[in-house]
């Protein structure tokens, strides 16, 4: 648990003091456009018509999706029909195959999709393309990005993440369950998780948000886009935000979404997820007084040669 | 105009230096002025010694960017304004870091904390120096010059959850690297 302390240390205060010239040159870039002048209602305005403009874009981003679903759908039924219906997954002697295969990073047939269709039983419908063995749950990493090309070529498909169906830990009283699920976007790979908190702290706190990422987007200079927490345009879907009042004993739930795009790297991601909540402590002052919990757990990226 | 012209002016005594600056960089002053202080008089008188501070300043000096180093003054004024009329205490337009500041004004300083803060100063420098650009305007726009998380938001196009999360993580790693410079806070 992690209060929002940092900046109380007054030695910490000065110190800003210090920040070098370029970086507020470079913060300074954002202030480029005329400003208003103070105590002019037209910073409102402004925000406001920045909200609308946004709106405007993700309904047009939406009309744009909604043209797009049924021919991806079409494409990926075809590509459904062309590879072999395999069995339900079932039995502990098929899971406990697979898991053999899997773990080991040595799949090397010649046709992945295929392999992969026969070793873990049915492919599901397009709109759920995702694999659950035993507790394990593969993720293929499709490369997407809403202004490229689609591929779902076989070799697109080769790169699987591994994540657990459900993970929980408990910290400072506050128990965190993650499930992972995927729902109904057929044409980009995403992690969904939906996200259990269960407090037992003592205290009754105002949950404020929470999201899933990994810390591999800092680690490319921001080409490395794996995940849509930096981009505005699908920040709509990352975040769980409210202001629920979360009585000590109570739970809340809520759910966050990580996109896979056309940069996600394998090789340069960090391959360990977390979590972060941020809760209010009710009537603590202002600024109200922040708890975040966090919990990290590692993914595996598996890549079929 | 441009700021090597302007500054220019300011290097030929040239008064004209005042009005092209006010013209291109008033608003920007009283936009920052206002993260500080209160009132809006406070604020223009601000933004005067910030322009008298100029003419007194440029030359000998021969700042490279011209609109960071007024921003720079700006904020040194404004908190000097603000100390000087006890606005922190009123509550102000000091939506970010007041009430922190407020305790730099009871206690003071000595030699050793100004090096701890320095050094502390180094630390953060390193850790901007880290992040991507996006983290470390708005590090920056908040820490810096005092801006509200919405103000932030209506600037940069992330959303207000967004924009605390990315200063959650921020501060998370400067805490980090503040540890291991032992730097305790």
Known sequence: ?305 | MKDEKIIELFFARDEQAIKETEEKYGNLCLYIAANFLCMREDCEECVNDVMLELWQSIPPAQPSDLRAYIAEIVRCRAIDKSRASNAWKRGGNVQVVGEEFLSLLDDGTDLAKDYESTRAGQVINDLLSSLGKQERAVFVMRYWMSESIGNISARTGFSEGKIKMMLMRTRKKLEERLGKEGITV
Request: net charge negative.
């Open chain 1, 1 to 305: 648990m992690k209060k929002d302390t940092v900046f109380e240390d007054k030695r910490l205060l000065e110190a800003i003091d210090h920040i070098d010239r370029k970086y507020i040159s470079e913060a300074l870039e954002y202030y480029d456009e005329v400003l208003p002048v103070v105590g002019s209602p037209e910073r409102d305005k402004r925000a406001t018509r920045r909200s609308i403009k946004y709106a405007l874009a993700l309904a047009a981003c939406l009309v744009l999706f909604s043209a797009v679903i049924p021919v991806v759908g079409y494409v990926m039924g075809r590509l459904g029909a062309l590879t072999p219906g395999g069995t339900p997954v079932g039995g502990d002697s098929e899971s406990e195959t697979a898991g053999e295969v899997i773990e080991s990073n040595s799949i090397t047939e010649p046709d992945p999709y295929v392999e992969t269709t026969e070793m873990f039983g049915e492919i599901y419908p397009v709109v759920e393309d995702t694999w659950h063995l035993s507790e394990w749950k593969y993720i293929p990493i499709k490369a997407f990005w809403y202004y490229e090309p689609i591929d779902f070529s076989p070799e697109a498909m080769k790169t699987y993440v591994k994540l657990p169906l459900e993970y929980e830990e408990t910290v400072d009283g506050m128990t965190i369950k993650v499930e992972f699920f995927q729902d109904t976007y057929p044409i980009f790979s995403y992690i969904q998780a939906r996200i259990t908190y269960v407090n037992n702290t003592g205290s009754s706190l105002r949950f404020q948000n929470a999201d899933l990422h990994t810390a591999g987007y800092f680690a490319a200079g921001g080409e490395l886009y794996c995940g849509c927490y930096e981009s505005p345009d699908f920040d709509f879907i990352t975040h769980a935000d409210s202001t629920t009042l979360v009585e000590n004993g109570q739970s809340h739930v809520v759910e966050v979404i990580y996109l896979f795009t056309n940069s996600f790297d394998p090789s340069k991601t960090d391959h360990t997820y977390h979590i972060d909540a941020c809760f209010y402590v009710p009537d603590s002052g202002i600024p109200p007084e922040v708890m975040t919990f966090s919990i990290s757990f590692p993914i595996e990226v598996l890549k079929h040669e």
